[in-house]
């Protein structure tokens, strides 16, 4: 369940892989953080080398959906922002070719879905359900993935998770898109200098919570995306993005911070002087809410030192990535051209035999999350549980059982990459 970067890829696994998937998504459209909050790159995608060369590090689903993409010019060539990298894409776009590609898998989506519960017999889930415009209903899988992002139906089944580090968690964003900008002069700006820029503001009155962001340039002429505002209470303390009060006070502060944001940068970013906000995310962006407890737990220290597990099911070389605190984000960065593996383990849910997880709600430190929440290797956990899930059904065995071998195999026939060619 769920139908963002990891949901699109287990349900179009799965279903790849012979079982009957029924994929359910709470909005209207499939995409999740990619669409509904108006990102406009894919990180994690690819490793840089040498300072130069990119290699990829995620493969097989995500490049079907980067080609239907680039079929209808939505998604443009790797752009580098200092030491990292981003694939720009059209989120709009995204949300119809999402629903071709489930639909080419054949995968039965329903939208429009909310998961507000399970039924639990023994460590099985047995039941999930969901409430719609049909009413509430009880859905009985075989296996359930859960690609919520927030670890919904693990968390509703009584699972073990941590919310982020002890409650603190990684800020949210509200993103927004401007159009009316000059991109050729926006696209040229360093890191440093928007800084630079955005601090001129705050020195001169304007309550910035943040002012470390790059401008990613969408493939739509004259449009950008923004990735700067920053949520959380007064006293510093994130937001809990599972808690309604908190996620309602999240949306309100953040299109406040929005304008706010427009006004600075047609005042003080060169190329923006006649920019407008022509969208905001649908809701409020989320990078970390609960993490659930795996078999395995994905360490920062497995990150840092680029631990490439046999067990590995997904690949990235991401940074560590941490939106807290101060007006910054802090980087830390993998040895060039070097990456780490994700281990199965760390998509199957501790005492419980059939449910997985994968995206940014794997089974992870909070600190290790800031590297394996971003869309590549998202994309990579959903196909590899996918597949998992559709083991696990055909051979009736418990999650924990399926053979990683065989996984492993199949995902690198279906064109994953657990081995970059770096
Ligand atoms: C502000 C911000 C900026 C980011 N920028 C980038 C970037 O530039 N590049 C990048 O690669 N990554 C970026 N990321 C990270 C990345 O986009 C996400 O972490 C990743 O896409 C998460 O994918 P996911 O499938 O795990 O979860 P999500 O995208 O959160 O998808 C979860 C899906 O499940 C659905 N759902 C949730 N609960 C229920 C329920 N109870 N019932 C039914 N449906 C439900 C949701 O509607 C959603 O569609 C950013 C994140 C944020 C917050």
Redesign the pocket.
């Known amino acids: ?9 287990a349900a179009c696994a799965a279903a790849r892989s012979g079982v009957e998937t029924l994929l ?4 209207g459209f ?8 108006t ?7 690819h490793a840089i080398v040498d300072d130069s060369r990119l290699a990829r590090v995620v493969g097989g689903l995500y490049l079907d959906l980067e080609d239907r993409l680039r079929k209808r010019n939505a998604v443009s060539d790797p752009v580098r922002h200092g030491r990292i990298l ?1 694939v720009p894409y059209d989120s709009v776009c995204l949300k119809l070719v999402a629903d071709e590609m489930v639909a080419a898998q054949g995968v039965t989506a329903l939208l429009h ?4 519960g399970v039924r639990r017999e023994g460590d099985r889930v047995d039941a999930v359900i ?1 409430e719609n415009k049909g009413g509430r209903a009880a859905i009985c899988p075989r296996v359930v993935v859960d ?4 670890g ?2 693990a968390a509703f089944a009584g699972a073990e998770y941590a919310l982020g580090d002890d409650g603190r968690t ?1 800020a ?4 927004f898109r401007l159009a009316g900008v000059d991109t050729k002069i926006a696209g040229s700006l360093t890191r440093p200098q928007i800084r630079e820029l955005l601090e001129r503001a705050v020195s001169e009155g304007y309550p910035l919570p943040r002012t470390a962001t790059g401008v ?1 340039v969408n493939p739509i002429e004259g449009v950008v995306h923004l ?1 700067v ?1 920053r949520l959380g209470r007064p006293d510093g303390s994130t937001y809990d993005l599972t808690n309604p009060q908190d996620l309602t006070e999240a949306e309100r502060v953040g299109r406040a911070q929005a304008f706010v944001y427009e006004e600075v940068f047609r005042r003080y970013v060169p190329g923006f002087e006649r920019a407008r906000i022509v969208d905001i ?1 649908a ?5 970390e809410t609960r993490l659930v407890k795996g078999e395995e737990v994905l360490t920062e220290e497995a990150v840092r030192n680029c631990v490439k597990p046999k067990s590995r099911i997904a690949c990235t070389s ?1 940074p560590l990535e941490t ?1 807290q605190g101060g007006r910054g984000t802090t980087w830390e960065f993998l040895p060039d051209g070097d990456y780490y593996g994700i281990p199965y383990g760390c998509l199957v849910v501790r005492g419980l035999e059939n449910v997985f997880v ?5 089974s992870a430190t909070h600190a290790a999350q800031a590297s394996a ?4 290797p ?2 990579a ?2 196909e590899a549980a996918g597949i998992a899930a559709a083991m696990a059904a055909r051979g009736n065995v418990r999650s924990r059982d399926v053979p990683i071998g065989e996984l492993q195999r199949d995902l690198e026939r279906q064109g994953a990459i657990l081995t970059p060619a770096l």
């Open positions: 369940m769920g139908g963002g970067a990891a949901g699109i890829a359910i998504e709470r909005f499939l995409g999740g953080t990619l669409t509904a909050v990102l406009g790159g894919f990180c994690g995608t981003g879905t909310h998961v507000v969901v690609c919520s992002g927030d919904d139906v990684q949210g964003s509200t993103m990613h990735n505002t995310g809701m409020v962006g989320i990078r991401w939106h994968a995206g940014r709600n794997l929440r971003v869309a590549g998202c994309f956990m959903g």
